[in-house]
């Protein structure tokens, strides 16, 4: 293998470990701001029912809140 044959294939390597090192750390960025944006805690204060996460696991609002502004919106739109 020649001397410039070898380099490239050495580039290419490199390239190809720093963009799944980019891609490790974007999914970790996007699990970090998953935990942190979305709370056990419902508007109301409580906390959301484990049975409400396991259905809906980006849940914001128990079901009687989410009801509420679901109402809520109906109402106004």
Known sequence: MS???RA???ADRRAEE???AGIRR???AIR???E???SPFCDCGEPIPDARRQAVPNAIRC???ET???RQNRRSA
């Open 3 to 5: 001397v410039s044959n």
């Open 68 to 70: 509420f502004v679901e």
């Open 36 to 38: 942190v944006t979305v």
């Open 18 to 20: 720093e963009r799944a």
């Open 8 to 10: 490239f294939e050495l």
């Open 63 to 65: 079901i009687d809140c």
């Open 26 to 28: 974007v999914q970790q």
């Open 32 to 34: 970090s701001a998953i």
